[in-house]
């Protein structure tokens, strides 16, 4: 007689270390200003054990915490990924060593859709992002922002002054062209600082009206984003190179690619492999087979901001690197389609990125401690070969 099947308990992704028992809770927080909402639900049934609203200060956190440490010894935070008014709380958590992952808004939506219960409440947003968390077992760990988080900063502060000088600059071509129709400036030419000053010139000649006094003012208000622009892109340029210069060596990897690749990542030890950095970035192919078709599909979630750093080094070395042309030339052989060959290069260029921002993250840390020279760090791929 062969005996009963033995029960074997599996360690989840999610925590991985976790007592026996129903101990393990996940807590679920609804951020906002100037409160937050906290809830706690048991992992192995989703049950709602109990909830709490504290403020949005040093003395709520506090309270936040103790209320969560009394609830099991063994706990996940889960915070709705609102940086502007959850970042205090989760550096305090991660500060006390607490485990925080961050939930996308688009997660909870999506729980929130497939829950019985109806009403829009921060009881109930709390409730929908720990089950999101439950979920989505493999959302990464948030971590203390280190130097990539002054790369954000300034590269979203130049991506706003590039967009103010657009803005600028459309209202002063329509100022212009009720001034004089024949001053026509093809485009890019308010970007260089000849052409400026040659319409600066031109409109101190001209009748000091109302009109021609706004356009110069905004011509000068120009010339100013033009230099603060300049200086952030070199400041960039300076911040890449301290922390991962080896991306600036891969073709069609420029100074503001790079940045936005270490921006985003926001510190690559949180991706143990490059398949969970390639789900991040919307790249890793979706299984779409049907029968005896076997295919795979784009991608249209993850960071896609981080998606579109990689797709314009893809652009660009599809226009300009053989190897990567080779590359595509093979998938289309192979029956892919344009953009689905355009996919594969894409997994191809995070393999590579996750890669190269590992060991540039290993050789600082063996410049702090050179001690750790014997700890074998993968080394970067080759682009294509």
């Keep these: 007689m062969k005996p009963p099947p ?14 026996k028992g129903d101990q393990v809770i996940v807590v679920g927080v609804d951020p906002h200003k100037r409160t937050h909402t906290a809830v706690a639900i048991e992992r192995a049934s989703g049950e709602l054990r109990a909830e709490l609203t504290v403020s949005a200060r040093a003395a709520g956190h506090e309270e936040l915490l103790l209320w969560a440490r009394q609830q099991s010894q063994v706990r996940l935070f889960a915070l709705e990924d609102c940086r502007h008014v959850s970042e205090a709380l989760e550096r305090f958590l991660i500060g006390r060593g607490e485990r925080v992952v961050r939930v996308a808004p688009k997660l909870m939506g999506q729980s929130r859709r497939g829950s ?9 947003d709390a409730l929908a992002v720990a089950r999101a968390a439950l979920s989505e077992p493999r959302l990464p760990e948030a971590r203390l922002a280190g130097a990539e ?3 954000k900063l300034l590269l979203s502060h130049r991506e706003d002054l ?20 024949e001053i026509a400036l093809a485009r890019g030419r308010l970007d ?9 010139r031109r409109l101190q000649r001209g009748e000091q ?7 110069r003012q905004q011509l000068r208000r120009l010339k100013a984003l033009a230099r603060e622009i300049k200086g952030a892109e070199a400041e960039l340029d300076a911040l890449v190179r301290t922390q991962a210069p080896e991306l600036l060596e891969l073709p069609g990897c420029g100074t503001l690619c790079a940045a936005k690749l270490v921006a985003e990542v926001a ?3 949180r991706f143990p492999d490059d398949a969970k950095l390639a789900m991040l970035a919307g790249v890793a192919p979706l299984d779409a087979s049907s029968g005896r078709q076997q295919r795979h599909r784009l991608n249209r979630k993850g960071n896609r901001q981080l998606n579109l ?20 030339e093979r998938k289309r052989a192979e029956g892919k389609g344009r953009r689905e060959a355009l996919r594969c290069l894409k997994r191809h260029l995070v393999r590579v990125v996750w890669r190269t921002l590992r060991a540039a993250s290993s050789e600082r840390m063996i410049s702090i401690s050179p001690n750790l020279q014997e700890i074998k760090m993968p080394t970067p791929e080759p682009v294509l070969t």
């Design 6 to 19: 033995r029960h074997v308990r599996r360690r989840s992704a999610l925590l991985p270390l976790q007592p």
């Design 116 to 124: 019985r219960s109806y009403g829009k409440s921060d009881s109930i």
């Design 149 to 151: 988080l002054e790369v």
């Design 162 to 181: 590039v967009g103010e000088a657009n803005r600028t600059s459309n209202r002063l071509r329509w100022h212009l062209h009720d001034l004089d129709p």
């Design 192 to 200: 260089r600082t000849a052409w400026m000053e040659r319409l600066s």
């Design 209 to 215: 009206t109302v009109r021609v006094r706004i356009c």
């Design 267 to 269: 510190g690559v030890e």
């Design 309 to 328: 750093a990689l797709h314009r080094i893809a652009v660009t070395q599809a226009r300009f690197h053989q190897p990567a042309r080779v590359f595509l």
